[in-house]
């Protein structure tokens, strides 16, 4: 069984378009996470959600809108796809937040590619 | 000046070294320090969890933390070509967690 699951895998589409990412967790965790990995393997934070409410925000364009829908998902939507969004995106996700040091799950990634 | 410095490399070495990583840091209040293996198109995946100073083994890998001088280091031993991948260190602690860049390894047959 997967411990934390994203789809899809790949995302090829054009600017402009509007796009969705969903991710899920079974390992009964609180919190969960959008992570953004650049060419150079750079991994950034985007948001941080604990018990479906929002706890980390970083500076994202309004383009990007979490939502956790319950505590085991937590979607990424993207509007008015940009060039520079390409990149791979992972979820993850952690029994309490991890930065009081409980360690993080990853999914394998959603790498989107805007052309 | 980044919070956690690590150099990407890529770090090449011959399969059985003794492989050295190592990331430096300037916020005090890290207590957690982990690192994560990334294999090609994967997740990252922890791999060593420590809390603050000292040693921890696990089977080849070894991780080092030294609080005094804000360093820490994974060592692998008898590297494998199944080491090859890009391992990142974690650190946590005053309210932040920050990844650093990751270092790409490859371990040559």
């Known amino acids: 069984d997967t411990a934390v699951s994203q789809t899809p895998k790949y995302l090829v589409t054009q600017m402009g378009n509007d796009k969705s990412i969903k991710c899920e967790q079974n390992?009964?965790?609180?919190?969960m996470y959008w992570y953004k990995q650049d060419s150079k393997k750079f991994l950034k934070i985007m948001f941080s959600y604990n018990n479906k409410e929002l706890i980390i925000n970083e500076t994202v364009p309004n383009r990007f809108s979490p939502k956790s829908p319950d505590k085991a998902h937590l979607n990424l939507h993207i509007n008015s796809l940009e060039l520079g969004d390409s990149a791979v995106y992972f979820c993850?996700?952690?029994?309490?937040?991890?930065?009081?040091?409980?360690?993080?799950?990853f999914g394998n990634g959603t790498r989107l590619t805007v052309t | 000046q980044k919070e956690v410095e690590q150099d990407p490399g890529p770090l090449s070495v011959p399969e059985g070294a003794i492989v050295s990583l190592n990331c430096t840091y300037s916020n005090s209040a890290f207590q957690y320090f982990m690192w994560y293996r990334q294999y090609s198109r994967k997740g990252p995946e922890l791999l060593m969890y420590?809390?603050?100073?000292g040693n921890k083994e696990d089977g080849r890998f070894t991780a080092q933390v030294d609080k005094s001088s804000k360093y820490i280091s994974l060592f692998i031993r008898d590297s494998q070509p199944s080491d090859s991948a890009t391992y990142l260190c974690?650190?946590?602690?005053?309210?932040?967690?920050?990844f650093g860049q990751g270092t790409e390894l490859s371990v040559k047959p």
């Open positions: 390992l009964g965790h609180d919190t």
């Open positions: 993850a996700s952690s029994q309490d937040p991890g930065t009081g040091g409980s360690p993080l799950h």
């Open positions: 420590t809390y603050s100073s």
């Open positions: 974690a650190m946590s602690g005053g309210g932040k967690l920050i």
